[in-house]
């Protein structure tokens, strides 16, 4: 059974920093991503990692402020945000897909788990 656990979340006042992790079981994937939804918005690509090259892909809002990594021995993909702005308010999703493919990493559609989400309030 595969499961993606998202943790870290919280509130934060803007210009401060969290890190989300996720916790993945089941299976191997071959990427791994964050997606985030905002209030009335639809979900949108965040940051994605490729889990055996380590190749990273960034949304341009948070390029320069969040770093995606992994730890292959933990089966963690983390999200390190720092300068976080009350724009970055969201719910946080894990995002996986087990087969190598060709495709957009930024798209939803790409991806076949996900997680159960972790709030993230930015206030000012």
């Known amino acids: 059974q595969v499961q993606l656990v998202e943790s870290g979340g919280g509130l934060v006042q803007a210009g401060g920093s969290l890190r989300l992790s996720c916790a993945a079981s089941g299976r191997t994937f071959s990427m791994m991503a964050w997606f985030r939804q905002a209030p009335g918005k639809g979900r949108e690509f965040v940051a994605a990692i490729n889990w055996s090259g380590g190749s990273t892909y960034y949304a341009d809002s948070v390029q320069g402020r969040f770093t995606i990594s992994k730890d292959n021995a933990k089966n963690t993909v983390y999200l390190q945000m720092n300068s976080l702005k009350r724009e970055d308010t969201a719910v946080y999703f894990c995002?996986?897909?087990?087969?190598?493919?060709?495709?957009?990493?930024?798209?939803?559609?790409?991806?076949?788990?996900w997680g159960q989400g972790t709030q993230v309030t930015v206030s000012s």
């Open positions: 995002a996986a897909r087990s087969t190598v493919t060709l495709g957009s990493v930024r798209s939803l559609g790409f991806y076949g788990y």
